[in-house]
Structures are given as structure tokens and as C-alpha cells.
């Protein structure tokens, strides 16, 4: 039977070797070669609390000479894979026959017989059909391989090209990725755990399973010592050693983000050569919070809309104090959509864009007690067409003051106090809260039809948090190198955007929003601590959004899909996001310790009458306290119920002010 293989084997190959041809191997021109003696490791991340995050390794293949390679790692491979590849010339015969008699047993394929130069001629040049013509040249291949290049160079390639699992391509990536070394410096028990992997990646790989990844460990001891490669002794002490591997790389949005601004700050070659420590603003008990508060969220929304399938989200938390990013979600799955959408995806924001025209109002003197009108408005926008703008499902209260059209996201009033203060003033206190995306100048503006970047709603929001401070976006805390050494230190870059009295009155309107407004949902699923926020929603319900905050955290969330297009009339920032966000902070005040709001002293108070935002008069039936910017109080009393004499003395002596300032050209 032996003779028989043998004989059957030399003429199929003769008659390959006739009609095949193969280009000669190299390696690419591009490839990158570590440098022998070079240290590298990776690049770890952690978080505020020095926690580790994760690790950054470069995405290229890593090409290693044949000496860098253990000897260890050399026999464990030759051992499992191929014991005769020192005495064959590409093509074991005895081992084909083998494997195909027990094949033919089994009625199935239980044994290849490739040799390891056969191995590495389908990984180099061959695909992973399994058909006999690709079989036959690759046999053909491998006897030619064999006659081109040594047996040192033939392991070197292999090493270099085959795959390790978890995208390690070539064993220097490998040596990295598992155990955060070069391959030169593995041990024997690392160099044995590597060695097991390319029969089948997936699955022996350390990563996928220690136990298997141990058991498989084990038998290529078991093979080192049965072909003499290693003694006993050696063998008994690395079945003795612990499985330790490096922590898996998890990349996420925050941990590409960190890449580029490395890759920035110090060149592409920092990922490679590594050894930077990476401490973060990020917490991760708040990133896991977000994560899962938008995950389930979103498949709530769905398994209630069933036309909502396919839903995408952004998710981005903040420290208003200092501008630190606490927790960022760039979309539902990072590996099937890395596209950030937190930070740069552009959208319209709809109603969330309003708190700057009224901040814009109340720099130009217009008091939040101001009552308006919620009469219907019409608009020529040329070549015979009206623009008719309405409230959302054309709800109508005839008049509101400027706190109440805020809380409940008042389209026509919103409309007319941007006329009134003019589009221009809205656009420079959004600039100056950070808001850097180009906002067209037009009444539309109102509505929310600019796009904007989740990252730049939050941080203008945070400037309202921060009593007008606005703080720049800082991810890094500081960077330290190899030996400890700190290269680099964050530090905040804060402006006042607004003045104290102006971003305390904004949230104190939000904080409406949330207890009576459009935001009640907030309150409905169980977030009962003070806080201020506003919901968005566009006319044709494309994009939902929530942007709220505390003293300690403002988070947003944006929810639509990518391709725009409607998620349905009900799915609006209030039914979407307020809960989604609920939930965030539910989980985010078991780490943050939250505190209300300080009003500043600037401000003062006056007992008002809500009906026409007067001074409340005795007989007025309603009364409550409102907050002014001083010389923006009224100074007259509500006549719509009678005055005491008291009062009629006080009203006519009392120097008269107009109800709210001129209106400026839009």
C-alpha cells in the first residue's frame, strides 16, 4: 500500500508540474519590519479612575526575520502542524496517504495531510475552495516553494503570513495582540499556546476560550516531546504555567477617537511602537450606562413601532464643569457602523435648538414673564408661496409667556420673538456656546433647520449647567510614556459664553420642560431629580432628540436613522429620547453624586400675575414668583382685577416701562 501511495503520487505531480505555473512569492513592498531589539507594546487606554479601557495595536501586518522567531515557537509548529518537514520536500507522501485512509474509514474528512509549505502556498497565493484542481496546485506550488527557498525561509513566510484569529495576520501581531509582546521575547508556554492556533483560529486562539486554548496548549507539548523537540522537564514546567494573555482589544467609538487624536498629536508610528499609557475623562461605570440605556431603549421603540426597525442612535454624557467626555455611544454597534455619530454626524435638531433664541431674548431684555402671541402667521417666501408654520399637532393657546413657550416648545411664539431680537443675535450666543456648524439666516431658524453635531449640543448646553461657562470638548487627562513619564497633560479651555443670570434663567425654564413640558416623560420613567433639558423634534419626525442636564452631568441622545427618512408621527424626542435619557441618569446618579441648582445673586424675584406677566395685584386669582435679570422686572401692576387704592397710588407714582424692548430687524 506504501509503494502504491508513493507511485500515485509522483506521476499526479509530474503531471501537474506540466500544466501549472505559479509567479514567484515575495513579500510586499510596503511591508513593515520590526526592527530586531525593539521594544513595542501597546498603547493602553483608561478611564478617569485609571481603569483599564483597553488597548490600541496597529492594524497593519507585522513582518519578523526567522531568527527574531523562538526556537521554542520554530519546534512547537513544526511539531503539530508538520513533524517531517525537515525531511520532505513539500509534499509529505506518507502523510497524505495516512490522511486519506483514514478519510476513506470515517466516509468524511477527518485528516488534511498539508505540509506546513503547503499551507503557507494556499494562504499566499490560493484560495479556500475545496475543489482538487486548487488541491493539485497546491501541491505543485509547495514542491516548487521547496526548491526556491530554504527550509528557514519557507518557516519565515509561513510565520509572517499565516492567521492567528481575531484579525493577526503573521506572529508578531499575534505575539502582541495575546500577550502585549514582541514574539522574541515569548516564553516557551506563550510560544506553545501561539504554535496552536492557525489549525483552527477561531477556536484555539486564548481569547475564544482558555480551557480549549489549554487543552490544545497541552497536546502540542504532548507532540514537541513525542518527536524530540523537547525534553520532559521542559515540557512538565510549561503544563505547570499559569494561561495568562494580555486583556482583549475592545474598539469602540471613544477608543478610535483617542487613535486619531494620538495619531494627531504624534505621528502614525505611535500605534506601533506603543508603550504609552493613555489616562481618560471617560468613566466607565457611565459608558456601560450608556450603552445600555440606548441599546434598550431603542429596541423598545422598535418592538412597540414596528415600521422603526433599523433605528440608529447617538448617545454623548459630559462633565458641564470642565468639558470632560464621560461617556460617548457613536452609534447601536461599533463593528458593523464605526461611523461616530456623536461627533460628527450633522442633523437637524428641531425644538432643541430654541434655548438659544430665548437666551438670545433674555440678553436683549426680554423678561421670561413676557406674554405672546400664538396666533396663526403667515409668510410671502417668493415666486407665490406662503410658508404657514404651526405647532406641533396644531395645538394653540392663544397667548403664553416666554417660560411656558419654551416648556412647551411653542413653534409661532418661538417665530416671533426670533423677529423680535433678530436671527443674527441667535447666531453669535450659539457661537459663542460652541455651536460651530453654519445656521442659515432665516425665520426657519427658529424650528430647528440648521444641522448640528450632537457634541455641540451638548457642550452649548453645558455652558446653561455651568452658570454661562463654556467648556472645550478634553478627552485626554495625560499621556505617560515607557518609563512613567508624563508627555502630555489636558487641561479645559473655558470662555463666558453667557452671563449667570442669563444661562441660571435658561435652565430654570428648562427645568419646566421637564416637570410640566415636552420633556415630562423624563419625570414618567423615573428620573426625579432636578434637572433642565429640552426635547427636539423635525416637522417630518426624521431625527428625535433630548438634550438635559444637572449641576454634574449634561447627556444627549439623538435617535433617526442614518438614510433620512420619517420614524412616524409619534416617535418625537419626548416618546423616544426623554425616556432613553431617564434611564441614563437613573443609573449614572449611583456615580455622580447630583446637587440642584445654585440661583445666582444677581438675579431677583417678583411676585407676578401669570395671565399677563404684571406685577400680581391682590385681586389677581393667580400669583407666582418669577425670576428677573434686574431693570427687566415689571414696574406695573395687572389692572384685569382691580387695584387697592394702595396699589393705584403705587402704580401712578412707579415710573413706566415698556412690557418688553423694541423688535429688531431679523
Keep these: 500500500m506504501k509503494y502504491l501511495l508513493n507511485g500515485i503520487f509522483f506521476l499526479f505531480f509530474i503531471l501537474v508540474v506540466t500544466c501549472a505555473y ?17 521594544r513595542f507594546s501597546s498603547v493602553k487606554i483608561y478611564d478617569a479612575r485609571e481603569r483599564l479601557l483597553t488597548r490600541l495595536l496597529p492594524d497593519h501586518k507585522e513582518m519578523v526575520k526567522i531568527d527574531q522567531i523562538p526556537i ?11 513533524h517531517r518537514f525537515y525531511s520532505h520536500h513539500g509534499v509529505d507522501v506518507l502523510g497524505v496517504g495516512r490522511a486519506l485512509v483514514k478519510n476513506i474509514i470515517k466516509g468524511r474528512v477527518v485528516e488534511g495531510g498539508s505540509t506546513i509549505t503547503q499551507q503557507l502556498v494556499k494562504n ?57 509582546k514582541n514574539v522574541s521575547d515569548l516564553s516557551l508556554a506563550e510560544c506553545v499556546v501561539l504554535a496552536g492556533i492557525p489549525k483552527s483560529p477561531n477556536n484555539f486562539n486564548p ?29 512538565s514546567g ?42 481618560t475623562t471617560l468613566d466607565l461605570d457611565l459608558q456601560r450606562s450608556a450603552e445600555q440605556a440606548l441599546a434598550d431603549g431603542l429596541k423598545r421603540v422598535e418592538w412597540k413601532n414596528s415600521q422603526a426597525a433599523g433605528l440608529q442612535g447617538a448617545f454623548l454624557a459630559i462633565d458641564p464643569r470642565n468639558g470632560h467626555i464621560k461617556a460617548v455611544v457613536g452609534g447601536r454597534d461599533f463593528h458593523t457602523s464605526p461611523y461616530n455619530r456623536a461627533f460628527y454626524a450633522r442633523r437637524q435638531p428641531g425644538s432643541s435648538f430654541k434655548p438659544f433664541i430665548y437666551a438670545a431674548a433674555l440678553e436683549k431684555g426680554f423678561p421670561v414673564s413676557s406674554i405672546w402671541s400664538d396666533e396663526s402667521l403667515s409668510y410671502d417666501i417668493g415666486n407665490g408661496k406662503m410658508w404657514k408654520p404651526s405647532n406641533y399637532d396644531n395645538k394653540y393657546f392663544d397667548h403664553q409667556s416666554l417660560r411656558d413657550a419654551l416648556a412647551y416648545s411653542n413653534n409661532l411664539v418661538t417665530i416671533r420673538l426670533l423677529e423680535a431680537i433678530g436671527i443674527a443675535s441667535v447666531q453669535d450666543v450659539a457661537g459663542r456656546l460652541g455651536v460651530k456648524s453654519q445656521l442659515e439666516h432665516n425665520l426657519s431658524l427658529a424650528l430647528g433647520t440648521s444641522e448640528v453635531s450632537l457634541q455641540e449640543l451638548v457642550y452649548a448646553y453645558a455652558a446653561f449647567a455651568n452658570y454661562g461657562q463654556v467648556a472645550g470638548p478634553l478627552a485626554i487627562l495625560k499621556i505617560a510614556d ?21 444661562a441660571y434663567l435658561v435652565t430654570d425654564m428648562l427645568k419646566g420642560a421637564v416637570d410640566y413640558g415636552t420633556a415630562k416623560n423624563v419625570r414618567v420613567y423615573g428620573f426625579k431629580d432636578v434637572c433642565a433639558g429640552k426635547t427636539g423634534t423635525t416637522d417630518d419626525c426624521n431625527d428625535a432628540w433630548f438634550i438635559g442636564y444637572t449641576p454634574e452631568i449634561a447627556a444627549g441622545l439623538w435617535v433617526g436613522y442614518d438614510q433620512p427618512r420619517s420614524m412616524g408621527k409619534t416617535l418625537t424626542g419626548g416618546a423616544v429620547c426623554a425616556p432613553i435619557w431617564a434611564a441614563f441618569m437613573c443609573k449614572a446618579k449611583r456615580y455622580v453624586s447630583l446637587t440642584p441648582f445654585i440661583m445666582p445673586e444677581t438675579l431677583i424675584m417678583q411676585k407676578v400675575d401669570p395671565a399677563t406677566g404684571l406685577l400680581a395685584a391682590e385681586a ?44 429688531q430687524e431679523p
Design 207 to 235: 481569547f475564544a476560550g482558555k480551557v480549549r486554548s489549554k487543552e490544545r496548549r497541552n497536546l502540542v507539548l504532548a507532540k514537541m516531546v513525542e518527536h524530540g523537540f523537547l525534553d520532559k522537564k521542559r515540557a
Design 238 to 279: 510549561a503544563l505547570k504555567s499559569p494561561l495568562s494573555v494580555a486583556n482583549q482589544p475592545d474598539k469602540s467609538y471613544f477608543s478610535e477617537y483617542i487613535r486619531q487624536k494620538l495619531i494627531d498629536r504624534f505621528g502614525e508610528g505611535v500605534i506601533r511602537t506603543g508603550g504609552y499609557k493613555i489616562y
Design 620 to 663: 389677581c386669582p393667580q400669583k407666582k414668583m418669577e425670576l428677573f435679570i434686574p431693570g427687566t422686572e415689571p414696574t406695573t401692576y395687572c389692572t384685569e382685577h382691580g387695584l387697592t387704592p394702595i396699589e393705584s397710588l403705587i402704580q401712578f407714582l412707579a415710573p413706566a416701562r415698556e412690557s418688553q424692548p423694541k423688535a
Design 482 to 502: 515607557r518609563g512613567g513619564n508624563v508627555v502630555f497633560e489636558g487641561a479645559p479651555g473655558i470662555s463666558q459664553g453667557l452671563s449667570q443670570g442669563v
Design 22 to 38: 505559479a509567479d514567484e512569492p515575495s513579500y510586499p513592498a510596503d511591508a513593515v519590519w520590526t526592527r530586531p531589539g525593539a
Design 72 to 82: 521554542d515557537l520554530q519546534h512547537a509548529l513544526v511539531a503539530v502542524e508538520d
Design 124 to 180: 499566499m497565493l490560493l484560495s479556500n475552495e475545496k475543489t482538487m484542481s486548487r488541491k493539485l496546485k497546491e501541491g505543485m506550488l509547495a514542491l516548487e516553494f521547496e526548491q526556491k527557498y530554504s527550509k528557514k525561509q519557507i518557516l519565515e513566510m509561513y510565520f509572517n503570513y499565516v492567521y492567528f484569529g481575531n484579525g493577526a495576520w503573521g506572529v508578531q501581531q499575534a505575539a502582541r495582540l495575546y500577550f502585549d
